[in-house]
DNA sequence: ACCCGTGTTCGCTG
DNA sequence: TCAGCGAACACGGG
């Protein structure tokens, strides 16, 4: 699920689902261990049982909540790896015999079993409920103290946000000149502008005609404008798409929205180029483009 | 069975 | 010292 624009849409999702509301009870699946570093469920569950979502920020593919319990302000930073989603669960009823969702953030008596791949469900008050889907489980949940994101390294480490910050091309020529890389794989860098994944940054290549294989450090003042402009774009594209009616995205046989990315061998969609998509591998990543039109 | 995958981290190397 | 590279993580889908 996750570049930028999707975890936007998932930021807005979890708002418009769970902001305000207090946790009732939260089921987790504890054999997910690893989701949970270095908390562990059972420290999760504690944490946000009783506790309201008071706000859900984003800072490049970091999902930042800040939750108001008992104990305090808690922080709940959420990335979503490869395949994570959150999502609204079934509804619930309180019910039951209370069996808690203390111990060990596991399904215990009477918790609702979660669907395949849920690794964690929030019930909320109102009896609605926000499901945390992964199946590959390379996303993270994990407490932050105090919400005070900022002591986490890996959203200090984040350069400007898109969204947040705009995209300045002169910062990011700065940092383009900074390596010998190839410009696609440069881009995956968090540090120089946070958000961009291996789809958006073949996309804005393909938008800026660039060749993703060019060196960074090589790249005239004018393709790095022109790549600024491809990554708003592309972004701008992307978040326009998740806001409509067809989110199926690239899975669930929805049709591909992107312009080169998954499209290798179609025709590139440049007016009046023709040329034929290419697939390439740059640092154990695909990279679509066109080598046509992309120089 | 085999290959591929919207991400990140870690250890090795030159 | 450190940029850059490749393996690893885990599981489903084509």
Known sequence: ?????????????????????????????????????????????????????????????????????????????????????????????????????????????????????????????????????????????????????????????????????????AALATGLAATRRPVKVALLDQGLLAGVGNIHAAEACWRARLDPRRRADRLSRAEVAALARGLRATFRFALAKLDGPDIEYIEAGGDNPFHVYGREGARCRHPGCGGAVRRVVQAQRSTFYCPRCQR
Request: charged share 25%.
């Open 1 to 169: 699920m996750p570049e930028l624009p999707e975890v936007e849409h998932a930021a807005r999702t979890l708002r418009r689902l769970a902001l305000g509301r207090r946790v009732a009870r939260v089921v987790l699946d504890g054999r997910a261990r690893r989701l949970f570093r270095p908390d562990g469920p059972a420290a999760v569950a504690a944490a946000l049982t009783g506790a309201r979502l008071a706000a859900v920020d984003r800072r490049g593919k970091q999902l930042l909540l800040t939750l108001e319990g008992a104990e305090g302000v808690v922080g709940l930073n959420s990335h979503l790896g490869m395949t994570g989603k959150w999502e609204a669960g079934p509804r619930w009823s309180p019910g039951g015999t209370g069996g808690s969702s203390g111990s060990g953030g596991s399904s215990g008596p009477g918790a609702p079993p979660l669907p395949p791949h849920v690794r964690a469900a929030l019930l909320l008050d109102d009896g609605s409920a926000v499901h945390y889907d992964d199946p590959r489980m390379f996303g993270r949940l994990r407490l932050v103290p105090g919400a005070r994101f900022e002591a986490l390294a890996e959203v200090a480490a984040l350069g400007p946000d898109p969204l947040h910050d705009g995209i300045d091309a």
